[in-house]
């Protein structure tokens, strides 16, 4: 009973020491908005003393009692930070943060295949972020880059719209989903409409050979697609867009966070009675069903390990003279990795596949006929490990990749064909003062066609946070597809055949490119120039006198031409405008390569206020010839397309939102030359989201 007594009364002392000493503090919360738009900051951080909080997906952040050091510094990536002198004492507190005209201290990977920020990159990077996804109102990867300085839709054969970089086509352009390579071209057009924008977080483009990090395809640049991560709580976004050709798309957004794991998950529908690449709107219609899971769990400070998947179900339907032409496509990607640090030292190891099916049909109705069409299906799998690391004043940057490749399809010879090969590469990051440079190399061994090295050098010179000059000489290949080298295919009606050629060797360039960019918080200017020389590019050669033609390593020539990008912002408004030229030589022809239009320019403009948010983007893209005789002499051109696309969203209730926008509003009339041309689009959705911190 003593001892009962000794303690309540401790107990009673105690509180009323505590109580007359201070009254119990109160929790408050800051909530930090986007200038103009009023939308929640997800992520932005408040820095207080020591201690860093994190904004949840509602950009509220829960400060605790006594938390009373100033200065409270509010920060996030792509935006001003805003500092408090004064502690707040409301229950909540509005925050407004201002965007930057470029992001200098977003993180991006392609560039070193290790993040980094974008103010540190050696080789010129450009970033497409979910807020311009989101402003642009597209629902696929083409409208995105679209809008993209330097960027030109490449059709696809018979379908698809493929791109073209620094004047180099699809076929020589790597497209990448976190990292890892998509198999899934027809004809060597990877089709990027058929990729949603709905996973996307952002999209990161390195224009210029980039096969030293790479390998094969990335002549003309990279594409690398990131997917949307968990936010820190649980959150959801639903969307619904209706539009004109019997536009009706449908996506879900679900992530979340518990204890050490994460996962997140996108679904979606989309319906348009269009087909990508193809001018014809007679009968036709596209078709995607897709669903992208991804995991994460970290086991514990050192190692963590993720998965994902990707499947897109694709059916289309076109017409050419009396038939209805057929194509079913199935998108397949998966991948699981490590990503284990001790110290300085970082490994990452990586199984990577990805496969795609295509089936080609045609009838002269509306339906396929069951069990007719050529089949052919596309796989590539990868054991990867990559280390990053730290040795004196140098960072280290290597792997090896171990490849198979296979294919199964009905016009390759005896019906199916794999390839193997292993790919060991390295670079060395070294920074003395202002000047950072970058040397690397990757072998590249395949049982076929041997062993290629491709070497680059880059630098960067930054002298201050405003000025950076970049500059590379680099080496690209593309190795001989499995089409170019096994196809076996005989047209009895047309009289002539096709071979594939087993002895070809992988097409070469050699490229030099130079940058200067200048930024400031309020505008950024970047100009950038290229030089590119290719060799021994495959072509069909000449049908020989048995009616057969085959695959040669003949095409040479080069390609020049710069990009220049400049954006202000004042406020809540921004403009951005872009002009790219391009000049092209085919060795043989003496002409300019066809389908390469030298002069592209776009500009938009964009405004919120009062929530509402209002975009307008022009684009311009020049003629260009697309045929030409055995003479050299042009026999076809695609006109001057010019381009107005219109757009306002504006809140609604309860994180709802609806958004109207008409894209091509004067519905320019160009006809077929002008692949995948739609005339005017006109869409409204509606979409919503909700999330919860923890």
């Known amino acids: 009973m003593i001892v009962v007594v000794r303690q309540l009364l401790l107990g009673l002392l105690g509180s009323v020491a505590v109580a007359g000493a201070q009254a119990p503090a109160t929790a408050r919360v800051v909530r930090v908005i986007e200038q103009g738009t009023s939308r929640p900051i997800s992520g932005a951080r408040l820095v207080i003393g020591g201690r860093t909080l994190i904004a949840g997906a509602d950009g509220r952040i829960a400060v605790p009692p006594a938390a009373d050091a100033l200065p409270w ?156 991560p968990p936010s820190s709580g649980t959150s959801a976004a639903v969307a619904f867009t209706s539009g004109s050709q019997e536009r009706r798309d449908g996506t879900l957004h679900l992530d979340g966070t518990r204890g050490r794991a994460a996962a997140a998950i996108d679904l979606g529908r989309r319906y348009q009675a269009l087909t990508p690449g193809v001018s014809a709107t007679n009968g036709t219609f596209s078709e995607r069903w897709d669903v992208a899971p991804r995991v994460t769990w970290r086991v514990d400070d050192a190692l963590t390990v993720n998965a994902s998947a990707l499947v897109v179900d694709e059916r289309q339907r076109y017409r050419t003279g009396q038939f209805f032409q057929f194509s079913d496509n199935v998108q397949l990607a998966a991948r699981a990795g490590a990503d284990w640090t001790h110290g300085v030292h970082r490994i990452r190891p990586l199984v990577h596949v990805s496969q795609f099916s295509h089936l080609s049909r045609r009838s002269t109705s509306t339906l396929p006929v069951a069990g007719t069409g050529d089949d052919d299906r596309q796989t590539l799998a990868e054991l990867e490990v990559t280390y990053s690391g730290a040795l004196r004043s140098m960072i280290i940057d290597g792997g090896v990749e171990l490849r198979h490749e296979r294919i199964t399809a009905d016009r390759v010879r005896d019906a199916e064909r794999s390839l193997d090969g292993i790919e060991p590469y390295a670079q060395l990051t070294w920074t003395a003062g202002p000047i950072t440079l970058v040397p690397g190399a990757r072998v590249s061994w395949n049982q076929q066609w041997g062993t290629y090295l491709a070497p680059r050098v880059a630098a960067l010179w930054r002298t201050n946070d405003r000025w950076a000059v970049r500059g590379a000489l680099a080496r690209g290949f593309r190795a001989p597809d499995f089409k170019e080298l096994y196809i076996n295919f005989v047209n009895v009606p047309a009289g002539y055949a096709v071979e594939g050629n087993p002895a070809l060797t992988p097409e070469t360039s050699t490229n030099l490119q130079l940058g200067v960019e200048y930024t400031s918080p309020s505008w950024y200017s970047r100009v950038t120039v290229f030089d590119n020389v290719y060799r021994d590019f495959i072509e069909t050669g000449a049908q020989d006198a048995n009616g057969v033609f085959t695959y040669s390593n003949v095409a040479q020539g080069m390609t020049r031409g710069g990009d220049v990008d400049a954006a202000i912002v004042r406020g809540a408004s921004r403009v ?86 008409v894209d091509n509003v004067f519905d320019r009339s160009l006809g077929p030359e002008w692949p995948g041309f739609t005339g005017r689009q006109w869409y409204a959705t509606v979409s919503w989201q909700g999330s919860r911190s923890r």
Do not use: C
């Open 576 to 661: 951005e405008v872009g002009y790219a030229y391009l000049w092209s030589r085919d060795a043989r022809t003496g002409g300019a390569l066809l389908g390469r239009a030298p002069h592209s320019g776009r500009l938009t403009a964009s405004h919120a206020w009062r929530a509402t948010r209002v975009s307008a983007t022009g684009l311009v893209t020049a003629s260009a010839a697309t045929a030409r005789d055995s003479s050299g002499t042009v026999t076809a051109r695609q006109p001057t397309f010019g381009r107005l696309d219109l757009r306002i969203a504006r809140p609604l209730v309860a994180g709802s939102e609806l958004s109207v926008g």
């Open 73 to 228: 510094v509010v920060r996030q990536i792509g935006f001003r930070p805003d500092t408090l002198r004064a502690v707040p004492t409301a229950a909540e507190t509005t925050i407004t943060l201002t965007p930057v005209a470029l992001a200098l201290d977003a993180l991006v990977v392609t560039s070193a295949r290790r993040e980094q920020t974008l103010k540190d990159v050696v080789v010129t990077t450009e970033l497409i972020t979910r807020a311009d996804i989101e402003r642009s109102g597209a629902s696929d990867l083409a409208s995105i880059l679209t809008e993209a300085t330097g960027i030109q839709l490449d059709g696809g054969v018979p379908t698809g719209a493929g791109v073209l970089l620094q004047g180099l086509g699809a076929q020589r352009v790597l497209i990448m989903l976190d990292g890892q390579p998509l198999v899934g071209r027809i004809n060597g057009n990877f089709d990027i409409s058929r990729l949603s924008a709905a996973m996307v977080e952002r999209i990161e483009v390195v224009k210029g050979p980039q096969s030293t990090l790479y390998g094969s395809e990335a002549m003309g640049g990279v594409i690398n697609i990131i997917s949307r």
